[in-house]
């Protein structure tokens, strides 16, 4: 079963930028290119929401509450993606998880991003 690794959180004050990352190490790297892969966080006492998108072929969506500050990438090869945040705001504060856009994969513990005033 694929369970993604997230990696790269940590405490921010806002304005500042930090770059999560996921494996999907035991995906079949097929399986993991036919995939659009998203990026997700959790709230403190919310429900898990998407925050982006990203095809096989790389193209992106996002929720308008991060549009023009995160960016979404992969790595096809090495069954990754990535979430770079940039000018980040307390209410970005969350735990941060990878899956396929329909929850396909086992979840992860993913990464907490905790932004200061």
């Known amino acids: 079963q694929v369970q993604p690794v997230e990696s790269g959180g940590g405490l921010v004050q806002a304005g500042g930028s930090l770059r999560v990352s996921c494996k999907a190490s035991r995906a079949i790297t097929s399986v993991f290119n036919s995939k659009i892969m998203a990026w997700y966080r959790q709230p403190p006492g919310k429900q898990r929401e998407l925050v982006a998108t990203i095809t096989r072929l790389s193209s992106p969506t996002y929720v308008d509450s991060v549009k023009g500050r995160f960016t979404i990438s992969r790595d096809n090869a090495n069954k990754k993606i990535h979430l770079q945040m940039n000018d980040l705001k307390p209410e970005d504060t969350a735990v941060y998880y990878c899956?396929?856009?329909?929850?396909?994969?086992?979840w992860g513990q993913g990464t907490q991003v905790t932004v200061s005033p």
């Open positions: 899956n396929t856009d329909k929850g396909e994969f086992s």
